[in-house]
């Protein structure tokens, strides 16, 4: 039983992570077309933020860092280098992974390639006993963080009216334009949001692994896709749901079949689901063929 | 006069869609553009609000707009309801009419309230599961809803079954009372009613222009032209497209020659009713 | 006249590379020693290795406008396959890398159908060219994965040295680099043949159709899911024999070839060298190569240890400078160096060189017809389109 509990709420922090990283991308992608494949680097750049200032000052300060460098990063980019290519949406995708290589390969120059430990604050380094089972206190500050950022998401696609652009964006940005909405605003603003949950992925991925490393971001991103293509693009709860689908699958697998295959069966999961899907479209087209 | 185009020209996908249309929209009442489908209306209205990439000059209210970004040049004061209405179809009514409520606008939902009673007791519904007519409506709300200097409707009639094209003339009827309007339309009993000037485009070129009564009552013309002889409170859509390169000046030359048509419809049996 | 030249060409290129083991010059900056000493003749196998990678990639990337992120899951299958064929079947290398082509067209073929099926093109699950990015990433990661959490078969981070009592002592040894050299060109040119000579094909034609608009050629009838697969399972086939060339080149499986960084320099390769085109790929091979090559030795030397930090981090990182020239050349040179010299020339790159003349014409006129049907019955989607102009 204590087992039980320990890998479930260890998966579940482990898909908030996948969340926080994966509910950017979806946002990303479902208003602007971008495949942000430098998501990785700034989940890093959050992390190493996080690690440097750990220890100096406050942990909520640190973290606060991580969400900023994040936020400023992904505006940066957006405004810089991917505004000037809304015409050439690929290239778009090639300039992030440009970056998504150029990122970390910086941080490893000036921190080095090494895993740098992350030493959470007292308070959260302890563990919890829940049903019997010592469960580490991150667990529940990823979970919580997670749960919060879902509600704060909602709350801002539902009830502002930038949520509501960005919502529109997501059907027909074309039609935004032509209601005399400035779309791209939206965009920076989107960008900027995705970057912030990135970095705040970062920090509390630091915690979760007690260390942080240049090319942890980008592992990390990977299942962050699978989560975001088995959740839907744009899909704010249907990511939600697959993040903590996936964190779950891994970690019983993990413990139950054999370590390291957990991070295959999240891929596995994914191969069903598009499988499902694809047999899914072929079985309407096939409807509408007939018909 | 409120809208000036000069020259305006569009390639898209490698073809030259639009070839140098000019023509300009009176600052009270309907200016129609009319055409056969695929000859490049809808072009021409994305062409004057920036959803495509053109040349050419365009004045808004006196002041050229072609170099403005689509927000802009709506900004201005231009209500745009396009051809398949686009509303968003996972928003609700409510959200879909406050997505249009534009800064320093007032916002007349006192008028949209009015002119369509249904928009407020169906807000919160998603419009994606409103009908045609209903969406239509709010189309047409969103342009109502703010202050504008022009309102521009491609097709708000298209696909919409004839006691729902009535409600929708009515309507804009109303709105053209308040603002002049730039109304793309096949229906021509419903062009007839409304428009005074008519501009027909074909091959990616303006063919005619002048007073719509003239160009309707003259029935070969029309045949030509437009390809319809007749409408009967339904669109008539002759599936017709512009000859891929010498196109435009075959448009032309039928003008100048005025030859009679190869299949002459009935004569004006319709011309009397409107919807 | 002009015809005559262009054909010539791959043959004069052919020719130079044939000599090229036989000369002695000396190319200061590229190459350590002259041309034909084993250093510079191992660096040039590499070259020619990702010149043909790189053509392979291309066929999905440049030819039909596939993203894929996951190609170098089949390098490192093939790489992987045939070492551990010959290590635990004992096949002989021609059997080895036999059963690998084979094990990275039946992989391609499955993780092809799934990816592409997956990611549809219609409906409201319209992931398209970022869903296929996404899940080729992911099943290549998992290849990789894989590789990593078993190093008892696969030598986990130290990769598996070659099993050189299986392989003709031809390929063993430093004094046989040459014959690595013969076998890289060797891939190069088969690699060539295959995509051009389908480029220029009927199928070639398709695919164009396909890349320039994949609703458009469904509606001609075609079956772009069809094309699509067959493309992606050509690419994964020429893929996994490059990586039995690789296994040899290298003298081993490395778990670099598992990365999705080793799929990403690919990527950089075909858009450095100008993606959909004949030479493009060819050129960013070679170029990045060279100067991964360069760049790695520059910053392991003292000179570069001595640097502020302002210089050393950056120079010290190969993949910085890689990374920030790939974006400049995104940005600055859209076409690749394939394009410099018509830009240079103050013309405009021709963006599909070969295929635009030559499609029958009737073809290309039913297609405009058909668009007209297009644009009526998606009126919405040239919107979206235009919102990005
Ligand atoms: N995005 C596009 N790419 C290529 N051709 C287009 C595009 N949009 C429209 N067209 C073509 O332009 C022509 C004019 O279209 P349109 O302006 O919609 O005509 P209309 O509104 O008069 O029926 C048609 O032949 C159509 O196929
Ligand atoms: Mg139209």
């Known amino acids: 039983m204590s087992t039980l509990v320990l890998l479930t709420l260890t998966g579940l922090g482990l898909g908030a992570l996948y969340f926080l990283i994966a509910s950017g991308l979806s946002l990303i992608f479902g208003l602007m077309d971008v495949l942000n494949f430098a998501h990785g680097a700034l989940v890093t750049a959050g992390a190493y933020a996080a690690w440097r200032l750990t220890g100096h000052l406050p942990f909520a300060v640190a973290i606060a860092a991580a969400i900023a460098t994040g936020a400023v990063l992904a505006a940066l980019i957006e405004t810089v280098l991917i505004r000037p290519l809304y015409s050439r949406p690929k290239d778009q995708i090639l300039v992030t992974v440009g970056l998504g290589l150029a990122l970390p390969a910086l941080v490893q120059g000036i921190w080095g390639a090494d895993a740098r430990q992350l030493r959470a604050p007292r308070q959260l380094a302890g563990t919890v006993s829940v049903l019997g089972a010592k469960v580490p206190t991150d667990r529940f500050v990823l979970i919580a963080a997670a749960i919060v950022v879902l509600a704060a998401l909602k709350l801002f696609l539902s009830r502002t009216r930038y949520g509501l652009v960005v919502r529109a964006g997501v059907e027909d940005r074309a039609m935004v334009t032509a209601l005399g909405i400035d779309v791209r605003k939206a965009f920076t603003l989107v960008f900027a949001i995705g970057g912030a949950l990135a970095g705040l992925a970062g920090a509390l991925g630091g915690v979760y692994f007690g260390s942080v490393s240049p090319d942890q971001g980008t592992s990390l991103l990977v299942f962050g896709f699978v989560v975001v293509v088995i959740g839907g693009m744009g899909r704010t709860d249907g990511v939600a749901l697959a993040a903590a689908a996936v964190g779950l699958i891994q970690q019983f697998t993990n413990y139950y079949a054999a370590s390291g295959l957990g991070d295959f069966a999240a891929v596995a999961i994914l191969a069903v689901v598009l499988l499902a899907r694809g047999n899914r479209d072929g079985a309407r087209r096939l409807i509408r063929r007939a018909a | ?275 | ?389």
């Open chain 2, 1 to 275: 006069m409120i809208l000036e185009l000069d020259d305006v020209r569009v390639t898209l996908g490698g073809s030259h869609i639009l070839q140098g249309v000019s023509f300009s929209v009176a600052p009270t009442g309907v200016t129609a553009l009319l055409g056969r489908n695929g000859v490049g209306k809808t072009t021409t209205v994305k062409a004057i609000l920036g959803l495509v990439p053109r040349t050419g000059r365009i004045d808004f209210g006196g002041d050229p707009v072609h170099r403005l970004r689509t927000h802009e040049i709506v900004r201005r004061g231009i209500g745009y309801a396009p051809e398949d209405r686009c509303v968003f179809a996972k928003l609700t009514v409510t959200e879909n009419l406050a997505l249009a409520e534009r800064r320093g606008s007032a916002h007349a939902y006192d008028l949209v309230y009015e002119l369509f009673p249904e928009l407020k007791t169906r807000g919160a519904q998603a419009a994606g599961t409103l009908s045609g007519g209903q969406q239509q409506m709010v189309a047409i709300a969103r342009t109502l809803l703010n202050d504008n200097r022009l309102i521009v409707v491609d097709e708000p009639t298209k696909g919409l079954a004839p006691k729902v094209v009535t409600e929708v003339a009515e309507v804009l009827e109303r709105a053209a009372e308040r603002v002049p309007m730039l109304l793309v339309e096949q229906n021509l009993a419903l062009v007839r009613r409304l428009a005074g000037d008519g501009v027909v485009l074909a091959a990616g070129q303006v063919v005619h222009c002048g007073p719509v009564r003239e160009l309707l009552a003259d029935a070969a013309l029309t045949q030509e032209l437009l390809g319809v002889g007749q409408a009967r409170g339904e669109n008539v859509t002759l599936y017709t497209r512009p000859a891929p390169s010498g196109g435009s000046t075959h448009a032309l030359a039928i003008v100048k020659d005025r030859q009679p048509p190869d299949e002459v419809s009935p004569p004006e049996s319709t011309r009397s009713d409107a919807p």
């Open chain 3, 1 to 389: 006249m002009k015809r005559h030249v262009k054909n010539l060409i791959p043959v004069a290129v052919l020719a130079v590379l044939i000599s090229l083991p036989y000369s002695t010059l000396r190319i200061p900056g590229v190459f350590d020693g002259a041309v034909n000493t084993p250093g510079s003749l191992q660096l040039l196998a590499l070259c020619l290795l990702f010149a043909g990678l790189a053509v392979g990639y291309d066929l999905l990337f440049g030819r039909l406008g596939l993203m894929s992120f996951g190609h170098a899951l089949y390098v490192a299958l093939g790489a992987y396959s045939a070492e551990l064929a010959m290590k635990n079947l004992h096949l002989p290398l021609v059997l080895a890398a036999l059963l690998a082509t084979v094990i990275g067209a039946a992989v391609s073929t499955l993780l092809g159908a799934v990816s592409l099926k997956g990611v549809g093109k219609l409906g409201t699950e319209n992931l398209g060219t970022v869903g296929f990015a996404m899940v080729t990433l992911a099943f290549a990661q998992a290849g990789s994965i894989l590789v990593g959490r078993d190093p008892k078969t696969t030598g986990g981070e130290e990769g598996l040295p070659l099993s050189t009592e299986k392989v003709p002592a031809a390929f063993v040894g430093v004094v046989n680099t040459v014959n690595l050299y013969w076998l890289a060109l060797a891939y190069l040119v088969l690699v060539c043949a295959v995509v051009w000579w389908l480029t220029g094909s009927r199928v070639g034609r398709v695919w164009q159709a396909i890349r320039d608009n994949e609703r458009r050629a469904e509606v001609l009838g075609l079956n772009p899911f069809r094309y699509q697969l067959g493309a992606f399972v050509l690419a994964g086939t020429l893929g996994a024999v490059g990586g039995v060339v690789h296994l040899l080149v290298t003298a081993g499986a490395t778990p670099e070839t598992t990365t999705t960084d080793f799929t990403l320099a690919l990527l950089v390769m075909v858009v450095l060298g100008g993606s959909g085109t004949r030479w493009g790929p060819v050129l960013g091979g070679v170029f990045y190569t060279l100067l991964d090559h360069r760049l790695g030795a520059v910053a392991t030397s003292d000179s570069v240890a001595g640097l502020p930090a302002g210089l050393r981090v950056p120079l010290s990182q190969p993949l910085v400078l890689l990374g920030v020239l790939f974006v400049l050349v995104v940005y600055a040179v859209p076409g690749g160096l394939a394009a410099l010299p018509s830009r240079l020339r103050g013309r405009r790159p021709p963006t599909r060189p070969r295929l635009r003349g030559r499609g029958p014409r009737g073809q290309r006129g039913e297609q405009h017809r058909l668009g007209v049907v297009e644009g009526e019955a998606h009126g919405a989607h040239p919107d979206r389109v235009a919102s990005e102009l």
